[in-house]
């Protein structure tokens, strides 16, 4: 339903008329109303784009007040407990479910393209024996690029579902190997023989011939973690696969991209600094302090909080449960207690409540990664291997939307007027910094 909506610049005393419609005041209604050249016309100041859709999207929905989560449709508990990760992989980037036929021939691709370039397996060697391995999964994405310059073509239909199945094929490569260099241990190349997650498994933990055997509950469970962290709309990481990849930049380079904006602590990397902070408390028994330190500006309580979800993660709902069954096999992760307690004491304080603060999808993944032998820095790896498919979705539906353009926002300038250039001679002198 279309609707008016008068607004006057004070500055100016001029009064606009803009169009709504279902709620949402369309860029272009304001571009529109510009009225002569000095007249800069109106915008909006959003800082994060708190309030502004970036984009038009058919493949996430979020309900951040009822704490629900779908993917093209489907709930997100549904597809944790019946699909497989393979699966939605599709699902988010075709728009729907796979038929028999169609699952098979997307496996059969993915698994084919699983090997990387002899030479970026050599480029892991230039590292650091201490570098974090989330740093180096950003650098050969970007690197990759350089192996297939034919990925520029981006706006060829083939060519981008070639790259796609590359980029998901190749993230566990790259990802295992980021951990075989860190342990010092020989490279394991792709069995294409093993599941997505099976063979993922075996490139991590394979000591001896033939293979790594994975507890099925185990598998199971990282395949329901890689389903839970596939995608999730506008979130920092894809916004920023969005971002570059609007300039034409190839998959490649748009994921590294994505990759650096998911390492940060306030996003994808709290999973690792949730584990940093229940090992820092210590015990249960310092949880109220802990607490209480928070209230006060000591820290953030990571794993908590998010900029949609007002109300549980429904995310974090099926990883507790997952945990416990995760914990039946691998014996109880010592921080689980600490994390409950956390949990209890934060949902029935007043400062939590009232800015509605509950746990998100890192507060308890980190516990059962760890449960199943990964080291803490591996855990942001861990989200950004499943979250490729959505970036790659994300960065699909964007380049087949007609009236997307290059991502290129506003600003409101707050520096000096026009002002005539200071002879070197005529500047005050300060001491240099
Ligand atoms: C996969 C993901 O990315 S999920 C998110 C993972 N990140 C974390 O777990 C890190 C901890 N959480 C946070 O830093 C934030 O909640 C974010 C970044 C996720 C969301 O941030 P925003 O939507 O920008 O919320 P904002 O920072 O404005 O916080 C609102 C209020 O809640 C407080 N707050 C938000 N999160 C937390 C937290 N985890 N612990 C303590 N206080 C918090 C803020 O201090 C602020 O309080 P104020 O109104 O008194 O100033
Ligand atoms: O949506 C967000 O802002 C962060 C998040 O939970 C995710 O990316 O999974």
């Known amino acids: 339903m279309a609707d008016t909506l008068t607004i006057t610049d004070n500055r100016t005393g001029k009064t606009y008329e803009i169009d709504i419609k279902d709620g949402t005041i369309r860029a272009d209604a304001l571009r529109k109303i510009k009225t002569s050249d000095d007249d800069f016309g109106l915008m909006t100041y959003d800082p994060a784009f708190m309030n502004t859709a ?6 996430t929905l979020i309900d951040g007040d009822k704490g629900i989560l779908r993917y093209r449709g489907y709930a997100i508990e549904d597809l944790a407990e019946q699909s497989s990760y393979i699966e939605v992989a599709y699902l988010l ?8 036929a169609q699952l098979r021939k997307w496996s059969h691709e993915i698994t084919h393209h699983t090997f990387v370039h002899e030479f970026l397996r050599k480029s892991m060697e230039g590292f650091r024996f201490d570098a974090h391995p989330m740093g180096k999964l950003v650098s050969m994405l970007g690197a990759l690029s350089t192996f297939y310059p034919e990925a520029k073509k981006v706006r060829d239909d083939k060519t981008r579902r070639q790259e796609i199945v590359r980029i998901i094929a190749k993230m566990p490569t790259l990802s295992a190997w980021a951990y075989r ?21 075996n490139m991590i933990f394979r000591m001896a011939e033939p293979r790594f055997e994975p507890h099925p509950v185990l598998e199971r469970a990282l395949d329901i973690l890689f389903i839970l962290h596939a995608d999730h709309e506008q979130n920092c990481s894809a916004n ?28 994808g990397g709290a999973n690792e600094a949730v584990l940093h902070m229940l090992k820092q408390i210590g015990s249960v028994g310092a949880v109220p302090e802990f607490i209480t330190g928070v209230k006060n500006g000591s820290g953030r309580l990571m794993g908590f909080g998010h900029r949609v979800y007002k109300n549980y993660d429904p995310r974090a709902k099926v990883i507790k449960k997952l945990a416990h069954e995760v914990f039946e096999v691998t014996g109880k992760n010592p921080l689980l207690e600490i994390a409950l307690e956390l949990e209890k004491i934060a949902l029935n304080d007043d400062y939590f409540v009232k ?14 990664y760890q449960a199943m032998g990964f080291p803490v820095d591996m855990f942001p790896v861990l989200f950004a291997i499943p979250r490729a498919s959505g970036w790659l979705a994300q960065w699909q539906e964007m380049l087949q939307d007609p009236e997307q353009k290059i991502a290129r926002p506003r600003q409101i300038y707050t520096g000096a007027d026009l002002r005539p250039y200071v002879p070197m001679s005529e500047r005050a002198t300060k001491p240099a910094t």
């Open 54 to 59: 970036s984009c038009r999207s058919a493949i």
């Open 93 to 100: 980037l075709h728009g729907e479910l796979p038929n028999e």
């Open 181 to 201: 260099h860190a342990v010092g241990r020989p490279y394991v190349y792709p069995d294409n023989e093993l599941s997505y997650c099976g063979n993922f498994l």
């Open 240 to 267: 920023a696969a969005r971002a570059v990849g609007s300039a034409e930049t190839d998959p490649y380079c748009s994921l590294a991209a994505a990759s650096a904006a998911l390492y940060g602590p306030l996003h």
């Open 355 to 368: 800015r509605k603060l509950y746990p998100n999808v890192d507060f308890y993944s980190g516990m059962i």
